[in-house]
Nanobody, 122 residues
Framework: QVQLVESGGGLVQAGGSLRLSCAAS????????MGWFRQAPEKEREFVALLRWTDASTVYANSVKGRFTISRDNAKNTVYLQMNRLKPEDTAVYYC???????????????WGQGTQVTVSS
């Protein structure tokens, strides 16, 4: 069992940066692949980034590639999403999630946090 709690969201101007954190509990946290998703009002939840536990390789959505970076600190049981050059279209609730699979499909993630709001003003 893994419990996830996100933090770090807020209001930022376009072009600014935020770093989201996802604190995890559970002894086997380090062996899960970790993902970030987001959901804007009246839109489907969409994949943002994935970090594999085996080799720390990453996958990003095209919309955030080159601007966002996913990382993890297993000693702190925490996953991060560094978001740079933010745009108004990045506004959404951001969720971290854990999965046994290497996938961008939200349905394959076993555990989810409660989400943190990110709002980017123009």
């Amino acid at each position: 069992q893994v419990q996830l709690v996100e933090s770090g969201g807020g209001l930022v101007q376009a072009g600014g940066s935020l770093r989201l954190s996802c604190a995890a509990s559970g002894r086997t946290f380090s062996r899960y692949n970790m993902g970030w998703f987001r959901q804007a009002p009246e839109k489907e939840r969409e994949f943002v980034a994935l970090l594999r536990w085996t080799d720390a390789s990453t996958v990003y959505a095209n919309s955030v590639k080159g601007r966002f970076t996913i990382s993890r600190d297993n000693a702190k049981n925490t996953v991060y999403l560094q978001m740079n050059r933010l745009k108004p279209e990045d506004t959404a609730v951001y969720y971290c999630a854990a999965t046994d699979f290497v996938t961008v499909e939200a349905g394959s993630y076993n555990y989810w946090g409660q989400g943190t709001q990110v709002t980017v003003s123009s």
